[in-house]
C-alpha cells in the first residue's frame, strides 16, 4: 500500500479561509518535506520539518515523528496558495517517497 | 529558492528515439536525484549519484535508460528508445550528503513521446 497518504486529495477554498493539510506515515522515517508544486510542474521546498512546528509566512508545518504524521497549515489563503501540495518521506539512501498530494484551488 | 538547472524543460520525441535531459545541480551537493512524475501525479524513483557513483536505481533504469553525473559536466538522463509510456515530467534534485538533508528540486523536463 501507499506509505504517504494525503488527505484530503483536493480542496476548494474561499479567499481568507484556512486549510489543514494531512500527511501519514506508514513506515518509520528519517525526516520528512513539504513541497509545493505549480501548475507548470516546478517543485518548491516549502518546509523540511524532522520533528516538531515550523512556520513560514502564512504556512505552519507540524510534525509528529513518533506518531509518523505531518499536517501544513494554511492561513488567510490566497489565490496564488493554488497548486499542489505534496509531503515525501526521507529514508537514507533511498531518496524521496511521495503521497499524491493535495490539490488547493483558491478563488476570490 | 532552489538553483538546480534542468534542460530542456520540454522535450518531444518519436517512439524509439533518445531522448537526453540534462541537470546542473545546485552547487556543492554532491548527491543527484531522477524522479519520473506521470499524469497521475506519481512519483518514481530512477536513479541517484554520489558525486560520479550511482548509488542505486531501479530496474527499469538499469536497462533502458542511460545516466551520469561526470565531474565539472551535467548530470544527464538518456533513454535509449522512447516508449509512449515514457510521457512524464522527468524532475532532478540535489541534496548535501549523509542522512536527512533537505532536497531541492529543478523546474523539470516534460517529455511527450508521439
Known amino acids: 500500500g501507499q506509505q504517504v497518504q494525503q488527505s484530503p486529495a483536493s480542496l476548494v477554498l474561499q479567499e481568507g479561509e484556512n486549510a489543514e493539510l494531512q500527511c501519514n506515515f506508514s513506515t518509520s522515517l528519517n525526516s520528512m518535506q513539504w513541497f509545493y508544486q505549480r501548475p507548470g510542474g516546478s517543485l518548491v521546498s516549502l518546509f523540511y520539518n524532522p520533528s516538531g512546528t515550523k512556520h513560514s509566512g502564512r504556512l505552519t508545518s507540524t510534525t509528529v515523528i513518533k506518531e509518523r504524521r505531518s499536517s501544513l497549515h494554511i492561513s488567510s489563503s490566497q489565490t496564488t496558495d493554488s497548486g499542489t501540495y505534496l509531503c515525501?518521506?526521507?529514508?537514507?539512501?533511498?531518496?524521496?517517497?511521495f503521497g499524491l498530494g493535495t490539490r488547493v484551488s483558491v478563488f476570490p | 529558492n532552489s538553483k538546480v538547472i534542468q534542460t530542456p524543460r520540454y522535450l518531444v520525441k518519436g517512439q524509439g528515439q533518445k531522448a537526453k535531459m540534462r541537470c546542473i545541480p545546485e552547487k556543492g551537493h554532491p548527491v543527484v536525484f531522477w524522479y519520473q512524475q506521470n499524469k497521475n501525479n506519481e512519483f518514481k524513483f530512477l536513479i541517484n549519484f554520489q558525486n560520479q557513483e550511482v548509488l542505486q536505481q531501479i530496474d527499469m533504469t538499469e536497462k533502458r535508460f542511460s545516466a551520469e553525473c561526470p565531474s565539472n559536466s551535467p548530470c544527464s538522463l538518456e533513454i535509449q528508445s522512447s516508449e509512449a509510456g515514457d510521457s512524464a515530467l522527468y524532475l532532478c534534485?540535489?541534496?548535501?550528503?549523509?542522512?536527512?538533508?533537505?532536497?531541492?528540486f529543478g523546474k523539470g523536463t516534460r517529455l511527450t513521446v508521439v
Open positions: 534534485a540535489s541534496s548535501l550528503a549523509g542522512a536527512d538533508t533537505e532536497v531541492f
Open positions: 515525501a518521506l526521507e529514508r537514507y539512501a533511498q531518496g524521496l517517497t
